[in-house]
């Protein structure tokens, strides 16, 4: 069974920090790229970062570059979000996915073919 167990979230206030995991496992890894989004209440679904393991390349949301950083450790097969000088516009429900990558990440968020369950994020002004 493909699973995506996402973890780390939780409590914290404005200008901490929070790494977020994600567990990958039951479709070959190397063949996707891992991503994360957020839903927030009453807000659209945004792309916030996503990285490939077959070639190290990434992408940011501009809402978040310069203070998110995503890294990937094939060996577990687990995708890492470092939070870092986090806002309360950063609350949400942070779930990750996989999606297949050849090169570009233009139409990823489209094109996602697992997610998991989520974790939550919320930040306190």
């Known amino acids: 069974d493909v699973q995506l167990q996402a973890s780390g979230g939780g409590l914290v206030q404005a200008g901490g920090s929070l790494r977020l995991s994600c567990a990958a496992s039951?479709?070959?890894?190397?063949?996707?790229?891992i991503g994360w989004f957020r839903q927030a209440p009453g807000k659209e679904r945004e792309g916030v970062s996503c990285i490939s393991s077959s070639d190290g390349s990434t992408y940011y949301a501009d809402s978040v570059k310069g203070r998110f950083t995503i890294s990937s450790d094939n060996a577990k097969n687990t995708v890492y979000l470092q939070m870092n000088s986090l806002k309360p516009e950063d609350t949400a429900v942070y779930y990750c996915a996989a999606g297949p990558y050849s090169g570009s990440y233009e139409g990823y968020w489209g094109r996602l073919d697992y997610w998991g369950q989520g974790t939550l994020v919320t930040v306190s002004s």
């Open positions: 039951g479709f070959t890894f190397d063949d996707y790229a």
